[in-house]
């Protein structure tokens, strides 16, 4: 009788490479792991590698970063109040200031953003050293909603509204928001609440340019059910677990409701394509985002 062995998935090869192995550990960024390895301060069994996409296995082998062996790094979520001006990068080249100076004096490890806000938008940013946990918030498919309270250069009336929720083509993009409701008004201008479910680069500005106008202000006020809440410019906090938890689970509820929705199994969601101005849906005892006066 001939036995044979079944090969066991463990004897495959390691799936990433070795800068994003140190990245997903949560020790620094890959563009940071891709530097190091280069610069010859990475070594995997006792031996230096200068390519950053070798492939490499944490389970299997010893990998060092300065000679001190890289582990899980403790996981660590924050929510940072970004104010306008500043960057969302770990250095930039033409010398702005970056997200990562509000933090010097923090005491915490290397956090990543989760996703992006640009150079003159303000708000909620969640920071993390969780790639799985952040790469499940920014995956287009999942839907999380992002809320947005937005001041603009005109006053709008319900069409545009509907416009912009049934949305344009950009530069080979489709541009458009899941609600949109008006806050208030002034003589010449106007505040906006904007609700995206998935969000591409300068995704408010563009829609809105491409109907003439311009944005003054925009702030993001919600993440999910993550409110920024009384957080101060510049400042930043501890995620508590459930906060964790519940964001985490944001995605598993929306991708429900999707497939429930494509059987025809439930009528309570609302098209992604229907129009919905001035109404405001938000799962109940959720905290609202402050208007600001």
């Known amino acids: 009788?001939?036995?044979?062995?079944?090969?066991?998935?463990?004897?495959?090869?390691?799936?990433?490479?070795?800068?994003?192995?140190?990245?997903?550990?949560?020790?620094?960024?890959?563009?940071?792991?891709?530097?190091?390895?280069?610069?010859?301060?990475?070594?995997?069994?006792?031996?230096?590698?200068?390519?950053?996409?070798?492939?490499?296995?944490?389970?299997?082998?010893?990998?060092?970063?300065?000679?001190?062996?890289?582990?899980?790094?403790?996981?660590?979520?924050?929510?940072?109040?970004?104010?306008?001006?500043?960057?969302?990068?770990?250095?930039?080249?033409?010398?702005?200031?970056?997200?990562?100076?509000?933090?010097?004096?923090?005491?915490?490890?290397?956090?990543?953003?989760?996703?992006?806000?640009?150079?003159?938008?303000?708000?909620?940013?969640?920071?993390?050293?969780?790639?799985?946990?952040?790469?499940?918030?920014?995956?287009?498919?999942?839907?999380v909603d992002k809320t947005y309270h937005v001041q603009i250069d005109a006053i709008p009336d319900r069409t545009l509204l509907d416009q912009l929720i049934h949305g344009v083509e950009d530069q080979g993009e489709r541009l458009n928001a899941k609600r949109v409701s008006l806050l208030r008004t002034g003589e010449k201008n106007a505040w906006l609440e904007i609700v995206l479910d998935e969000g591409r680069n300068r995704h408010i500005r563009r829609l809105l340019k491409a109907h003439g106008i311009n944005v003054l202000r925009l702030i993001r006020v919600t993440v999910g059910d993550l409110a920024l809440g009384e957080l101060g410019k510049g400042q930043w906090r501890h995620l508590s677990g459930d906060e964790v938890a519940n964001l985490a689970r944001e995605h598993h509820a929306e991708d429900t409701l999707d497939r429930a929705s494509s059987r025809g199994t439930t009528n309570t969601t609302r098209s992604r394509t229907q129009p919905a101005t001035s109404v405001r849906l938000r799962p109940k005892g959720a905290p609202g985002p402050k208007r600001r006066r």
């Open 1 to 143: 009788m001939v036995t044979t062995r079944t090969p066991s998935h463990t004897s495959a090869r390691p799936k990433f490479g070795l800068a994003r192995v140190i990245s997903k550990l949560g020790v620094c960024s890959r563009s940071q792991a891709e530097k190091a390895v280069r610069e010859g301060r990475v070594s995997v069994d006792g031996r230096v590698v200068l390519d950053p996409e070798r492939p490499a296995d944490p389970e299997r082998q010893r990998i060092c970063l300065d000679g001190e062996a890289v582990t899980v790094a403790k996981r660590i979520y924050v929510a940072l109040n970004k104010p306008r001006g500043i960057v969302v990068t770990a250095a930039d080249e033409h010398g702005r200031d970056t997200i990562y100076e509000l933090l010097a004096t923090s005491g915490l490890p290397w956090l990543g953003p989760v996703g992006r806000l640009d150079k003159a938008s303000e708000g909620l940013l969640l920071l993390s050293n969780d790639s799985a946990w952040a790469a499940r918030l920014t995956d287009p498919r999942y839907h």
